[in-house]
């Protein structure tokens, strides 16, 4: 079964610093990875998502993500992070279930707050 | 222009009593979502339906099932509510040639 790791609960940085966030998965064939953030209060909005080719793939609000294969991570980064950035950010994987389903494994999330 | 809508926004209820829950999307996708998320932001998968048929059922409760009228909504009725069903449920369709899941705004279900 597939699993997805996300070290860091919580992270702060100041606004205008970089920002990486990391997340480790468990999948037996290609992952299909994914980041979503979570507003307070909010639903969950797709940021990106790889699923083959490039493996820096690029989203939306400015952020990033490299897939590593060897390293079974896919990273996702900002250069210059805003005030508005401060949100749960969840990283999944995807499998295939069947019969055009497709489910998602989260992480348990990394907070990141930010720093005026 | 909603995508994915759910309605109540807010659900509190007493242990004990039934309560559903509703999604609809109007993305015409062919796949609806149903997750749970717990007190520590956890999020967790409870069921799928594709095209009328529940494809996926994460061992959730039998006092959890979810209703799909059509293909555009999955309800979430929930029977004799225990303490333990306080959470966000999610709701998220997509198409089903695809992996990426478009999500509701959420609904806040506290049982007392």
């Known amino acids: 079964a597939q699993s997805v790791t996300q070290p860091d609960i919580h992270i702060t940085v100041s606004e205008g610093a970089s920002l990486e966030l990391r997340c480790n998965y468990s999948y037996g064939a290609t992952p299909y990875l994914f980041w979503y953030v979570q507003s307070p209060g909010q639903g969950l909005q797709l940021l990106l998502k790889y699923f083959s080719g490039d493996t820096l793939v690029q989203g939306i609000k400015g952020f990033e993500a490299e897939f590593k294969r060897s390293q079974s991570s896919f990273n996702l980064r900002k250069p210059s992070v805003h005030w508005s950035d401060a949100a749960e950010y969840f990283c999944?994987?995807?499998?295939?279930?069947?019969?055009?389903?497709?489910?998602?494994?989260f992480g348990k999330g990394t907070k990141l707050s930010v720093i005026p | 222009d909603t995508a994915v809508s759910q309605t109540p926004k807010y659900l509190v209820t007493q242990m004990g009593n039934d309560k559903s829950i509703k999604c609809e999307q109007n993305l015409g996708h062919d796949t609806m979502y149903w997750y749970k998320q717990d007190s520590k932001k956890f999020l967790k998968i409870m069921f799928s339906y594709n095209n009328k048929e529940l494809i996926i059922n994460e061992t959730v409760p039998n006092r959890f099932s979810p209703k799909s009228p059509d293909k555009a909504h999955l309800n979430l009725h929930i029977n004799s509510l225990e303490l333990g069903d306080s959470a966000v449920y999610f709701c998220a369709s997509s198409r089903d040639t695809s992996y990426e899941q478009y999500f509701g705004p959420g609904t806040r279900l506290t049982v007392t």
């Open positions: 999944a994987v995807g499998a295939n279930s069947g019969a055009g389903s497709y489910q998602l494994t």
